[in-house]
């Protein structure tokens, strides 16, 4: 093999190296699962093939090879800390592998890896070593697989080393398939030192290290925490990292210093304009972290996430935001990181066609993060630098819970990018106490769900049926079938903490809550957006109302519904009928979805792609990523397009394709949408060409009406449309129609003069509100002839000021009804009032919510925050509030406790002091 070998050469020579021993070559999956909830990411080559080994999926084949994406960032695996500190952990790598589904087993799996190895690759024998499984928990040692090392090698005892359960035991994680598993290790450095295994590889990145693991696929666990069970045939899961094998064959120790990671961080150091060393220094970690954070960032995009609060996007958000903070920590003050990620796509687009594809996209969405990072950025640093001052000066050394939930919430800081700031300047963070204000608020950071496996009826559903379900819809609305399975649902619990109970049962009786599985179904399952089909199972004497169809398993589809008439039978023959009317108010939906697409593109530019969508019978609910909201006349050009496109009343064509032909004919993928080796590729016209498994409109006519009802945003850069088609949009324009004539007889408005007449009215409400606060004003302050709570006006309120601590503090209840303007107003005159040291805390109960303000002088700041003051009052009326070191408002359910939270602003400022 030629020295250096290219990556692109050894993932080449890898592939063909199994495809000439009868593996199928796979193309890499996405790297976000498909109907697997147990999991964030693909973290291993293996899971697009975990039903496989399971037998609940079958392949036209029984050996395959992939080069698999992969993402290491959450759960089980999760590689993010040790990212650019040590020389082989990233949290985007290419997992190199084969696989085998119950065909060759142990002795062939290490033959080939050998054999690839030194006679291919032609890696020294003397520098590898291989590990097995020692037994442990139950499970025997893998005496096999030592005896096979021993044929295949020439290696004695001393060279086929034994580790337990943590070491040779490999699951993908809590749930799944697993295995006793045997590894190769090499040797980086000078002289092999076989005494050395077992000690962590230097920074450096010299020592042993594994290069590839043969996972002897024997059982699966099924719950988390459950036995493990015997799969159905023993089968071989393999995993080579690339970049690992890479650093071998290119004579580095370094993964970064490999063809596939190097120019990332060279694009990292000229960005800088610092020199890279290859060291341990900080500006060598920083450049190693942008480099890796950029591919993750350009290959989660390509796949539609975009950096948000929720679960993968949080993800996502966190390696930005990473990455940022170590261009900051460089030195680097303008947007940087997009042009890393271009470089991504520039060096790996050709292997990775989605990458070239969504080049813009890319670029528009990592600056658009980045610039909304930055500008808080500073203000997070700076109320970090506070309160380390703070600290310092009391002796503390961890942040509390609250700052750091709040740089969060507030700041977008994510909590271990703060942990870090902190190590930095040598404090630690109450993590634990953050996690818990962060998960009790209304955003979900945390990952995915790893008990969310498939309910155990459906898989056993799923076995029963052998074949997967066959959808029958396209062509058809109606057909017969084959009862296979009836699942009985029961709920157990209330409220939150309901939950459905499913059980296999071979007869359901009328009333009973069911899921159906038949053998052939024309019911579309919920899937890429489009919502599950309703409609009836029938027979003599027999009435399913069906409410839903899902498909909670691959191959599997459920109908969920209600037995309204008769009893439901395993084996029973039953018709099935969809709704006619429902099925086609979505199909005009979906399809004019397509068309949205091609026009939004066509008006925004190509940056505005497909985010997600959500249609049904009464739903056209479309994201897409765009930065601002849209004009008027944005709006209107979207919808002339789209209208045009449907009374030319083209034909809507469907092919089944190869992926790689469909691409090449320009067919456009959708980011929720999870494709195959074969895809359904929809052509409406020359431009709107996509690939999509739903169902669809005939012909563009059939769409009718196309009508945008609103549009507005979601998150960070991404827009939500909702639109009406056919006889929905004419609904709207007719309700649109009545409520302008409810308005024109509210107005008395007669003809064209409706805009007219309302203008007047906001005007004269406008002038009515402005006398109304100049009264409340001088109510207030003691100019009016009512007093209410205010007592004979400022000089009277001032006279209950304490001293505490040098500080004149001033807490006092104004009259009811005060709105929270003339409120903060009257308090920042009182706080003036009483000097340069002042603090004063204003309440007034407004209708049946509590409303409070506080006001610190500039020299009060110095030793009381406002936003921390009202913190504790505001709890006390069952509320929450915030605001700057010199002002904040807070607001509260609990009316009757107003005057206790008042009170108590002496107690918090004198605690706040003594702290």
Not at 537 to 561: M, R, S
Not at 578 to 598: I, K, M, P, Q
Not at 809 to 821: C, E, H, I, Q
Not at 864 to 893: C, F, H, N, Y
Request: charged share 30%; proline share 4%.
């Amino acid at each position: 093999m030629e020295t250096p070998a290219s990556s692109d050469l050894i993932r080449r020579t890898f592939l063909e190296f199994f495809a000439q021993r009868g593996h199928e070559v796979v193309p890499s999956a996405a790297v976000v699962p498909q109907n697997d909830p147990t999991l964030m990411f693909v973290n291993a080559g293996m899971v697009p093939f975990k039903d496989v080994f399971t037998g609940k999926d079958k392949r036209p084949y029984q050996r395959a090879a992939s080069s698999q994406k992969c993402i290491r960032i959450s759960g089980k695996h999760n590689d993010l800390e040790n990212v650019g500190v040590t020389a082989r952990h990233q949290t985007f790598f290419e997992m190199l592998g084969n696989f085998s589904f119950g065909d060759y087993f142990k002795e062939d799996a290490i033959a080939f890896a050998w054999e690839l190895l030194t006679k291919v690759f032609e890696v020294p024998t003397s520098r590898l070593v291989v590990t097995i499984y020692n037994g442990e928990g139950g499970f025997p040692a893998d005496d096999e697989a030592a005896a096979i090392w021993r044929k295949v090698t020439g290696f004695g005892d001393d060279r086929i080393i034994r580790l337990g359960l943590a070491d040779n035991f490999w699951s993908m994680g809590d749930v799944g398939p697993c295995g006793p598993c045997s590894e190769i290790h090499f040797f980086h450095g000078n002289e092999p030192d076989v005494s050395r295994f077992g000690e962590e590889p230097r920074i450096d990145g010299t020592g042993w290290t594994e290069i590839w693991n043969n996972v002897f696929m024997q059982y699966e666990r099924v719950e988390k925490g459950g036995p493990l069970v015997p799969l159905p045939a023993p089968s071989i899961d393999t995993g080579m990292g690339l970049e690992r094998i890479a650093s071998v064959l290119q004579g580095v120790t370094s993964n970064y210093d490999t063809d596939l990671l190097r120019g990332l961080v060279e694009k990292a150091a000229e960005i800088s304009g610092k020199p890279y060393t290859g060291g341990s220094a900080d500006d060598d970690v920083s450049m190693r972290v942008i480099a890796d954070h950029a591919r993750t960032t350009a290959f989660l995009m390509a796949e539609g996430i975009m950096p948000e609060r929720q679960r993968r996007e949080y993800v996502l958000r966190r390696v930005m935001r990473r990455a940022i903070r170590h261009g900051h920590r460089l030195g680097i003050e303008r947007p940087f990181l997009h042009e890393v990620a271009l470089e991504v796509v520039r060096r790996m687009g050709d292997t990775y066609p989605e990458l070239r594809d969504k080049r813009e996209f890319i670029a528009r969405a990592t600056e658009d993060e980045e610039v909304r990072f930055r500008s808080t950025l500073k203000r997070g640093m700076k109320i970090l630098d506070e309160r380390f001052a703070e600290m310092r000066s009391s002796g503390e050394r961890t942040l509390p819970a609250g700052p750091a939930a709040d740089l969060y919430t507030t700041y977008g800081f994510p909590l271990d990018l703060t942990q870090v700031i902190c190590a930095e300047s040598n404090f630690d963070v109450d993590v634990q106490g953050a996690e818990a204000i962060i998960r009790g608020g209304t955003e979900a950071d945390g990952p995915i769900d790893p008990t969310a496996a498939v309910d155990a009826a459906h898989r056993e559903a799923r076995g029963r049926l052998g074949q997967p379900v066959v959808f029958t819809g396209y062509e058809h609305e109606e057909g017969d079938s084959e009862v296979v399975a009836v699942i009985r649902v029961d709920v157990e619990g209330e409220g939150e903490r309901a939950r459905k109970v499913r059980t296999l049962v071979e007869r359901a009786e009328a009333g009973a809550a069911v899921e159906l599985v038949v053998r052939q179904t024309p019911f579309y399952a919920e899937s890429g957006g489009q919502v599950g089909d309703v409609g009836e199972v029938t027979a003599d004497g027999l009435c399913v109302e069906v409410k839903d169809t899902q498909k909670p398993l691959a191959g599997l589809v459920v109908h969920e519904g209600v037995v309204r008439e008769g009893a439901i039978a395993v084996g029973q023959r039953v018709h099935l009928e969809v709704d006619h009317a429902a099925r086609s108010a979505t199909r005009r939906n979906h399809s004019a979805t397509h068309v949205l697409h091609w026009a939004l593109r066509k008006v925004l530019g190509e940056h505005a792609q497909q985010k997600g969508s959500r249609v049904g019978p009464d739903l056209l609910r479309f994201d897409f990523t765009h930065n601002k909201p849209l004009t008027r006349e944005e709006i209107s050009r979207i919808e002339d397009l789209v209208n045009e496109k449907l009374l030319s009343n083209a034909k809507v064509t469907t092919e089944i394709l190869p992926m790689d032909e469909a691409r090449r004919r320009g067919a456009m993928a959708i980011f929720e949408e999870k494709y195959g080796d074969t895809v359904r590729m929809l052509t409406m016209t020359p431009e709107v060409v996509e690939l999509c498994g739903g169902t669809h409109a005939r012909s563009l006519g059939d769409i009718g009406l196309f009508k945008i009802t609103s549009e507005g945003g979601v998150a960070a850069g991404v827009r939500r449309l909702f639109a009406s088609t056919g006889l929905n949009a004419l609904a709207y324009a007719r309700s649109v129609e009545a409520e302008l004539a409810r308005a024109r007889q509210a107005a008395k408005a007669q003809g064209g003069d409706l805009a007219e007449k309302i203008g007047k009215i906001v005007a004269h409400e406008r002038e009515l509100e402005k006398k109304i606060a100049e009264l409340e004003r001088r109510i207030l302050e003691g100019a009016g002839p009512a007093q209410g709570g205010g007592g004979g006006g400022i000089d009277a309120m001032l006279e209950g000021a304490r001293e505490i601590g040098g500080i004149k503090v001033l807490a006092r209840r104004v009259p009811d009804g005060t709105n929270p303007g003339a409120l903060r107003d009257l308090a920042e005159k009182l706080r003036d009032k009483l000097g340069d040291r002042a603090a004063v805390l204003l309440g007034a109960a407004v209708g049946d919510k509590a409303q409070l303000a506080v006001m610190l002088s500039k020299a009060a700041t110095e030793r009381l925050k406002a936003g921390e003051l009202i913190k504790p009052i505001a709890r006390i009326v069952g509320g929450s509030g915030g605001g700057r070191p010199d002002m904040a408002q807070a607001g509260g359910t609990d009316v009757a406790k107003l005057d206790a939270a008042i009170e108590a602003a002496y107690v918090e400022v004198e605690r706040a002091l003594a702290s």
